[in-house]
């Protein structure tokens, strides 16, 4: 029985050795049975996850609905560094933002929309957890135009000299930046303290090798 913890890069490498075998994609009962998934809907919630993340494309009310992503249809977009998803860590780029990239990733053109100014930052640390983003994940970003309550934001504190990944909520005299974590406190700030960087538009993770029968 495969960890928890493993269950959605499994399925995703079933799948993608499912359709070099065939030619075609999966059904849920295919991939339940072989991934060892004791119900329907928790095959359903990891392909929903992996839909989000851009990893794979699904046709509803289809049987075989599941597609993998047109390797060809990317852009690039450039790596800045880390942010933390826990406590604020210092940045070394006094404006708050590192203007060199530290790679190129290539990203699917589907999740960008058009977006040309996008930018990836590597997720460090777990207050987003329940947000389905974690330590080691990377968040694509663009300049926000617009900032809503309850938007996920890259944040550069001036005060603190710190940047951080949060929801943000503004209210009557202060900044709440709201973890996404029931064991963590949100952060408090002045208005003009905070300076939002980035919206994230999108998450993708890294996933290990291997299939839904390995240990």
Not at 16 to 39: K, W
Not at 106 to 112: A, D, E, F, H, I
Not at 182 to 201: F, S
Request: proline residues 7%; charged residues 25%.
């Amino acid at each position: 029985m495969p960890k928890q913890a493993d269950t959605r890069p499994r399925i995703l490498n079933f799948i993608q050795d499912f359709m070099r075998e065939n030619s075609y994609p999966p059904t849920v009962r295919e991939i339940q049975r072989a991934c060892g998934l004791a119900a329907h809907r928790a095959v359903q919630y990891h392909l929903e996850a992996l839909e989000r993340e851009g990893l794979i494309e699904r046709v509803s009310r289809t049987a075989r609905g599941i597609h993998l992503p047109d390797r060809e249809s990317a852009e690039e977009v450039p790596l800045l560094g880390a942010i933390a998803a826990g406590q604020p860590i210092p940045v070394p780029d006094s404006s708050g933002r590192a203007t060199v990239p530290q790679e190129m990733l290539s990203v699917p053109r589907r999740l960008l929309r058009g977006r040309k100014q996008a930018f990836a930052l590597r997720v460090e640390g777990n207050s987003m957890i329940d947000a389905l983003v974690d330590n080691g994940d990377i968040v694509i970003l663009e300049p926000p135009r617009v900032v809503d309550n309850g938007d996920m934001v890259a944040v550069w504190l001036t005060d603190r000299q710190e940047v951080t990944l949060k929801k943000i909520y503004v209210e009557a005299s202060r900044v709440r930046l709201q973890p996404a974590n029931r064991e963590m406190q949100p952060i408090y700030a002045d208005r003009d303290d905070v300076l939002v960087q980035g919206k994230v538009i999108a998450v993708l993770r890294e996933y290990l090798a291997g299939s839904c029968g390995s240990t």
